[in-house]
């Protein structure tokens, strides 16, 4: 291994380590929890939403996921953005821009959720509500990191304290 080869292998090991870092900080929020507890109401809101329009509307699964994939990042954002992140809103830029920064990171989070969707339902034969949740799920962390990192721009940890007195 030459010189500049582990140069670049440490620099590398010292990104991951400050991303590593950053990663254990987010997860230590109050945000986090307010992330979490958005995302478990999403997926609730989901469910409902895509067993309506499969089993009580008869809506053909394919478009009822992306239907209620839609719907259900519209509804998260909203609550993201006015509960989750309201006291660091201004850090990503106007209602809009967020909306629009959000919408983006959420297509790649769309097709890979309407792809596991499909794998789960389609090859593995499991049921659709509960393809519906592991996909979910498996997403969930692209989700995370586009929230905190991009849309709203994260600045930091704040305390519960910290949050009582901004709200």
Do not use: C
């Amino acid at each position: 291994m030459t010189l500049r080869a582990l140069s670049e292998l440490v620099s590398m090991i010292g990104r991951l380590v400050s991303i590593a870092r950053l990663m254990v900080r987010l997860v230590m929020t109050v945000q986090t929890l307010k992330f979490v507890s958005v995302g478990l109401i999403g997926l609730l809101y989901a469910e409902s939403m895509l067993y309506m329009l499969v089993d009580v509307i008869n809506v053909p699964h394919i478009f009822s996921i992306i239907i209620t994939a839609e719907t259900s990042m519209l509804v998260n954002f909203y609550i993201n953005d006015k509960w989750t992140f309201g006291s660091e809103r201004t850090l990503g830029g106007s209602f809009l821009y967020r909306f629009v920064k959000y919408h983006a990171s959420r297509i790649s989070s769309l097709i890979l959720n309407v792809a596991l969707y499909l794998f789960f339902t389609e090859y593995l034969m499991i049921h659709y509500l509960i393809s519906n949740v592991i996909a979910v799920f498996i997403a969930f962390i692209f989700n995370y990191m586009t929230s905190f990192l991009w849309v709203w721009k994260f600045q930091g940890t704040l305390t519960a304290k910290e949050v009582r007195g901004r709200t």
